[in-house]
């Protein structure tokens, strides 16, 4: 517990207290803040877009390979957040895979915010996609196999009885995916770069001011702290099996 409590109380003794406010107001700040929201929650609905489904995918139908795919879902939780930059890049960078098909749609991901987005993504996605499959896991049938009974068509029992059912799964994942999100550093910093106003989040904010304004990175690390700890409040009912 040391190990793990240390670090958190030589930030919270580190922190200016009296110029928290200030420090937390300021221009940079306030833009890297934004644009850490926005990425964040852009990269949770692509999240959820591309999650959900497989999920289901992964709890409710067999098909050859599918152990191969929940290991390459799973994958960004053990790769280094570099590592994965560098694999973004070499996927959708201008000599990309698909590269030439992006850049005849003209689209360019690399060193944009919409980069910085699919960066996120990429780290984030997996922690939904666990808390899904593992809630579906979970589910007793028995309410959908009654409304497919009704005369239900598929996708109206996925909306009206599966999704409401697995919701608390799907909110868990949604927090700890966005909390992931908001957090990221190697991915987009590799593949979305660290431009102030267009890329720069929080977490590359922080990394910028600790060596120009040591007092403003501990302000922002203290800030992602707090929403971390907030992110772990609103879950400890469904981790510690208590209601809230």
């Not at 990269?43 to 390979?65: E, H, I, M, N, Y």
């Not at 698909?98 to 960066?119: E, H, K, M």
């Amino acid at each position: 517990m040391a190990f793990i409590t240390l670090p958190l109380v030589g930030l919270l003794l580190r922190t200016p207290w009296s110029s928290l406010g200030s420090l937390l107001a300021s221009a940079d700040v306030h833009s890297a803040l934004w644009l850490s929201v926005e990425c964040s929650f852009a990269a949770l609905a692509l999240s959820l877009l591309l999650g959900v489904p497989l999920a289901f995918l992964l709890a409710r139908t067999d098909f050859p390979g599918k152990a191969v795919v929940r290991a390459l879902v799973t994958l960004p939780l053990v790769l280094p957040p570099v590592a994965g930059g560098v694999a973004l890049l070499l996927a959708f960078g201008s000599n990309g895979i698909v590269g030439d098909a992006l850049g005849a749609l003209q689209v360019q991901l690399p060193f944009t915010t919409a980069g910085a987005v699919l960066a996120e993504t990429f780290v984030a996605l997996p922690f939904l996609v666990l808390s899904v499959e593992g809630a579906l896991a979970g589910l007793d049938q028995e309410h959908e196999d009654v409304a497919a009974t009704l005369g239900a068509r598929p996708l109206r029992v996925f909306l009206t009885v599966t999704v409401p059912l697995v919701g608390p799964g799907i909110a868990a994942g949604a927090a700890l995916a966005w909390a992931r999100a908001l957090g990221e550093f190697g991915a987009t910093i590799t593949f979305a770069g660290n431009l102030p106003g267009s890329t720069q989040t929080l977490p590359l904010a922080v990394y910028v001011l600790l060596q120009d304004d040591p007092d403003a990175a501990i302000a922002l690390s203290l800030l992602l702290l707090a929403v971390s700890l907030a992110v772990l409040v609103l879950l400890r009912g469904r981790w510690l099996g208590r209601t809230s």
